[in-house]
């Protein structure tokens, strides 16, 4: 897991120690097991907390920290950066959530799925926009890797590091202006998107779970 500026990126291994999957401010474990979670930061000092799994462990450009955590229970538990990491580091969140072991065994393979293929309509118009040079969308040509992993975007619980619900209007909303949500974020306002394409784009992203 990465801290980065203002946002966490979560990978998931496979048993030979290699990416699976990766996600965004969303952590996915099963519950009554115990995890270790592997803890970086790509830019500044962050720092992980999970109240009611853990205290706060410090993530240090150029280090490792390790976190073990165990939910007892199936259930969300919010986390937060709990290091002053300049600009929006207020609106940093995340959650974890604990599935039963074999509701997270099928979510797990659910994601390890590739993006289904849309020739046409709001995929066109994300790829034409140039989002695929900071995003990743498995099964599309998007291999970006600035940003958060989008490949199953539409099954995550909120926007922009836990400030926003996630559904259509949304996205639809974060594409066309980001910065006047969560000021210094990192993703750029895209003014020269037409209202029908950041609809579009922001349909096709909902759609995909």
């Given amino acids: 897991m990465t801290g980065e500026m203002w946002w966490w990126r979560v990978a998931y291994l496979d048993g030979r120690g290699r990416e699976a999957i990766q996600d965004a401010n969303e952590i996915h474990i099963p519950a009554g097991r115990p995890v270790t979670l592997e803890l970086e930061a790509a830019d500044v000092i962050h720092s992980l907390w999970i109240p009611r ?7 240090i450009p150029g280090r490792r920290n390790l976190m073990r955590i165990q939910a007892d229970a199936p259930g969300v538990y919010p986390a937060q950066c709990a290091e002053f990491c300049g600009g929006p580091h207020a ?11 074999a509701a997270f065994d099928a979510w797990r393979a659910a994601r390890e799925r590739p993006a289904p293929p849309e020739p046409s309509g709001g995929a066109q118009a994300f790829l034409a926009a140039g989002c695929g040079a900071c995003h990743t969308v498995r099964g599309t040509p998007a291999n970006g890797l600035a940003g958060p992993d989008l490949t199953h975007v539409g099954s995550r619980r909120t926007l922009g590091a836990g400030i926003l619900p996630n559904h259509q209007g949304t996205l639809a909303a974060w594409i066309a202006d980001s910065q006047a949500i969560k000021p210094g974020n990192r993703m750029p306002a895209y003014p020269v998107l037409g209202g029908g394409e950041v609809r579009a784009i922001a349909t096709w992203l909902e759609s995909l779970k």
């Avoid at 799994?53 to 993530?59: A, N």
């Avoid at 959650?95 to 072991?101: L, N, Q, R, S």
């Fill in 53 to 59: 799994l853990s205290g706060k462990v410090d993530m």
């Fill in 91 to 101: 609106l940093m969140g995340l959650v974890v959530v604990a599935h039963e072991p």
